[in-house]
């Protein structure tokens, strides 16, 4: 599966799809989670062609854009639509990008050169899909949307 989100991210690059850019990004960090997780429980120092230092770059760099990608598209979308249930849904999947990216830094952690910055930043991620999320549900209620 690496190797074929890393195939797809570079043919999504090359036709400029930041929306797909964003997704495969976002999915890539979700790959290198399990990889880092998998090399953790089976005491290996490489998989997959990576060892632990590269699956957590790789991983911390592939959710950062795919945050940055999504916070940009979902300013347009907010910019042209408003509060809708469109982007209600938009502002969801970006919730879900940084509760994806907390997982991450917060397993990863000790394999990073700065374990104490990095727990941080996940908790900082938590504390930001939990506000994102309660966002969506008092606009959500106010324009009757409900993701039922």
């Not at 990576?50 to 699956?55: F, N, T």
Request: charged share 30%.
């Amino acid at each position: 599966a690496y190797h074929l989100l890393v195939d797809a991210l570079n043919l999504f690059k090359r036709i400029d799809n930041k929306k797909a850019i964003g997704v495969a990004c976002n999915n890539l960090g979700n790959t290198l989670l399990f990889i880092y997780r998998e090399m953790r429980d089976e005491r290996v120092p490489e998989k997959y062609g990576l060892d632990v230092d590269e699956v957590v770059k790789k991983g911390v760099s592939c959710f950062h854009a795919a945050i940055k990608l999504g916070e940009a598209a979902y300013d347009e979308f907010y910019n042209s639509e408003g509060w809708t249930p469109n982007c209600l849904d938009f502002m969801q999947h970006l919730s879900n990008r940084y509760f994806n990216r907390a997982m991450f830094l917060l397993t990863a952690k000790d394999a990073h050169e700065k374990p104490d910055e990095i727990e941080k930043m996940g908790m900082r991620d938590l504390e930001i899909a939990r506000d994102m999320d309660l966002e969506v549900i008092v606009y959500g209620e106010d324009i009757g949307w409900n993701r039922g």
